[in-house]
């Protein structure tokens, strides 16, 4: 069964006029394969908040959710459903955020720093298809990953791996203080490899349609290593 028909029997549990909020809910406390449906849902919802769309999703917005998920022919109309039940829905987007921190957050799974990561970065992907990342958007999305408990510096980091033209610090991008020591800037290298590996990103809920967002999160890490590391030879 694709994660497309899963998402269409999520939204089917939905009571008439009940909001697009309630399937975070009911996802809650569904089995651990559903973390992927959920993720999928944050992302499209969020992105819904993001656009702050109206009317109908356009065909630059389906195009938007290419750039994260492969969506199969014929797919795009339960895309469009969760983005416009998102749309229609009074719930600021604050409230669909803290929402997902509940449905991704309990005893098997008390930290989920690296998902949250994944969703933010969803969002930039999103924010992004008109290649340009708008100060309204910032704003959003800065407030979005403090709710999910990224601090400033995480949230620099997925930034500059994105924008264009960003100033990029290889010490933000992997996570370390500019007094590490070259051992500690490899460990978190690793770690870095180790927790964006397309494997780990699935494990943790990131569905196989959306692990091209572990491609471009790849190339910056090592350039970062590389660089400090050479910077560290010199």
């Known amino acids: 069964m694709s994660i497309w028909t899963r998402i269409s029997a999520a939204l089917s549990s939905l009571a008439k006029g009940e909001p697009l909020s309630v399937v ?3 996802l809650r406390s569904a089995p651990d394969p559903e973390r992927s449906v959920g993720f999928t849902i944050a992302v499209i919802a969020l992105g819904a908040k993001l656009a702050k769309a109206d009317g109908q999703v356009s065909k630059d917005e389906v195009s938007a959710f290419r750039r994260v998920f492969t969506l199969p022919r014929g797919e795009e109309r339960n895309a469009a459903r969760v983005f ?6 009074v719930a600021g987007f604050d409230a669909y955020a803290r929402k997902i921190v509940a ?3 309990d005893k098997d799974h008390p930290d989920n ?3 949250f990561i994944d969703l933010i970065e969803g969002l930039f992907h999103i924010a992004l298809a008109d290649d340009i990342l708008h100060e309204d958007e910032d704003t959003f999305l800065a407030h979005t990953a403090e709710i999910f408990g990224l601090d400033e510096r995480c949230y620099r980091a997925i930034r500059a791996r994105l924008v264009d033209g960003t100033e ?4 933000d991008l992997l996570g370390v203080g500019h007094d590490a020591s070259l051992e500690e800037i490899r460990a978190a290298w690793k770690q870095a490899v180790r927790e964006n590996h397309p494997d780990a990103m699935i494990a943790r809920g990131v569905p196989p349609e959306a692990v091209v967002l572990a491609e471009r999160r790849l190339i910056a890490i090592n350039a970062a290593w590389e660089d400090l590391r050479e910077r560290a030879a010199a």
Request: glycine share 0%; proline share 5%; net charge neutral.
């Open 24 to 26: 975070f809910d009911h």
């Open 84 to 89: 416009n039940l998102a749309r229609q829905d």
């Open 103 to 105: 449905m991704f957050t």
């Open 113 to 115: 720093r690296a998902l």
């Open 168 to 171: 990029r610090d290889p010490y």
